[in-house]
């Protein structure tokens, strides 16, 4: 079938607007005619084009062609402008995640959009009613936070339009990745209808885009090329300016590139994708560059720029020499894509840790781990990302951080988000914009830690605020209905709608969901009142019914910020709700604080869960001290050097106990922050050693007597595990452009202080949204 042949049975004779054509000067030139519908978003019909093509030609020669925009209007059709409309919005909005193709003109958009849906392309096909004059005022609303390919007509005109449709596009958030490169060979005019009437190659057209400076349309400067690159390769890796991505051009130099969203699965494969490479590169693919040429000239350029060093990034990087490429991302260096070494060790990078510490080149060594513990890591991974089997993104920081759990240096990270949704996703848009984040949580203990990989797991969510059953049920959980409700049991969660009715219960609305008691949100700092206000919780408001009665508030308040808070200087201008919904969500933890860690650790082996083990080993050595209310301390004494013996030794299957060696063996190092070297042992070989005492101790003579292990100090008189003593480290920025209901603060501040004979160690957090 020919272009025009998908185009005629695509357009509709609408008699309003052929009538009235008829009447206009050219109508009896009139030799046929295609009626273009657009549709909104939601699929509405919303209006028309009308091409007439003429009998009569023009000075060059060329048949003439006469337009007609028509809006329908209750029924009723009426030639009014549509200026600006995109065509063919529905099909673009119908999967977000393919990328835009805007093209000049409805009959070449429809042709492409054909040919993609033929193929199974992840593209869709746009354009703006009007034609090129209107591209830099089209109403893209509707498509923002969308990758989007230019592809102009091959002339003057074409180009220029697409410029300024570039401008637009930038300014309604989406994201020009490339343009598509005109071919000498191709006649004046010729656009992507043409080339499918050629029998080219589309797909290869669209693979192999060049990227440009889209604002001049020509061949960048070097700076704004790397910029445009970086843009890309986030796009690539599945970020996306919906999801706070910011590339920050500092005085030195470096260009800094921070983010929360990873496509799991792009993540994995991509850095051994050629292809992927060579785009990023700027190579076109028949220029018959070789591999080690397109890696060197990506890293000449990135280097003389300070771009994808390893060295200068704190959260992501990528470090290209010739055939490698190493990312650096959530502490977690990868090898052309395979996870060889953890560091940041100490505030230094990843890469100087690898060099300095592990004593080996990250680039030149990439085979750290065989191929079995390579995909023992990704399964952890993968299970405790957040939501990934029901929702593609995830937040792959919190993943990474918190399997690992800093746990081969002195000061973890442990990344917990908040998951707010985005609409119906997660919750019901009431219910999102009800939810506003009062502050920060600057100190996390590893039993939120261990209480967050619970939630992670059998909910789906890192942290979630909302318990959504199907969530579970669509997790592949064979038994999710009765983990749903021996966890509702432990948990004491009901739906409760009725009125606040004095006991903190009525924080629920009719939405269908539940709410999860939101246990590590409410933990923070309980055991360093000395800090006078450095360090604030994290607050989560509800919209519910609840009282402001004054004489209540008051008594929560107190008790509130006495025994639980840090004062705030602004802390008595919390509104009701909060201290209401705070007020629940503590009682809940501590009144079921002992139920929650036994239905853990008795299901911890299932292996669906593997992916939390790790942050439970966290928790076993740091809960001792790290920040519960004393009298849980002494009242559960529960993660003794015995208990992990226990554990150890207590395992379900092979696939489990594969996890938890490989694990520990991995990440377990010892260390003398003054000879600044460490030895890695297993966490059974540790346990063995405390056991046999003076038989091992000539094996770390080279050792100071004081082991430091992932931020834990081991006490030889008490033969216990402590918190290392360490300073005390917050964060702290503010993002911009964030919903208005949700704000992001991560809190940064040095106080090097010991906090009286307490050992301990802060946990970094990162409040962030899907």
Known sequence: MSVQQIVSTKCPSIPEIYQAAKKKPWGSDIESFETYVYHNETGKVIGYVARFNLSTVNSSGKKEKQFLQARRTNGRVQLKGIGGAVFNLWQATRDVSNTLVLVEGEKTCIALQEYITKHNLPYSAITVAGGSSQFDNADMSAIVNRDIIMWPDNDQVGVKAMQGASKCAKSNNLNVIGWIKNNPSWQKGFDAADAIEKGLDIASLLDNIEVFNSAEHLPATEENQVLDLARYAFKVLGYGVGDNIFIQSHEDGVVRMIGTRFDTNKLLTIYNNLDFWKRFAGVNQKDGVNETECFSRLWSMAQEKGMYDLRKSKQFGIYIDNNNVVANIGKCLIVNGKPVSFGDYDGESTYEACITKYDFNPVLSPEILSDDERTLLINAIMHSSTGLLQHRKCILGWAVSSILSGLNH???????????????????????????????????????????????????????????????????????????????????????????????????????????????????????????????????????????????????????????????????????????????????????????????????????????????LAGFVTLKHGGVPDDLVLEYDLFSLEDINILMDNRADKRTQDAIDFIVRLYIKFYDADKRTHISVTLADYIQMIKKGEEYSNKFESVASEFKIMGVEYDDTTKRLYLARDSYRIEKQLRPNWDASIISMVSHQMVDKRIGNNNWVCHSIVIDRI
């Open 410 to 616: 002195r000061r973890p990270h442990i990344w917990i988000q908040g998951v707010y949704g985005s609409g119906k996703s997660f919750m019901s848009k009431e219910i999102m914009n009800g939810i506003v984040l009062k502050g920060i949580a600057a100190e996390i203990s590893g039993a939120t830690s261990t209480i967050a990989g619970l939630k992670q797991t059998v909910g789906g969510r890192a942290s979630p605020l909302i318990w959504d059953e199907s969530n579970i049920k669509d997790r592949g959980n064979e038994d999710s209905s009765s983990m749903v409700e021996k966890l509702k049991e432990i948990l004491k969660i009901s739906y409760d709608n009725n009125e606040h009715n004095g006991n903190a219960q009525g924080n629920q609305e009719k939405t269908g969901d539940v709410y999860l008691p939101r246990f590590s949100c409410m933990f923070s700092s309980v055991n360093f009142p000395k800090l006078d206000g450095q360090v604030a919780s994290r607050m989560i408001v509800i919209p519910n019914k609840t009282t402001d009665d004054p004489t209540a508030l008051a008594q929560i308040r107190q008790s509130y910020s006495q025994k639980y808070f840090i004062p705030l200087k602004k802390i008595e201008n919390l509104p009701a709700k909060l201290w209401w919904f705070c007020y629940n969500n503590v009682n809940a933890f501590i009144t079921n604080y002992q139920k929650i860690v036994d239905w853990y650790t008795t299901n911890m082996f299932d292996a669906r869960i593997v992916g939390t083990i790790a942050p439970l």
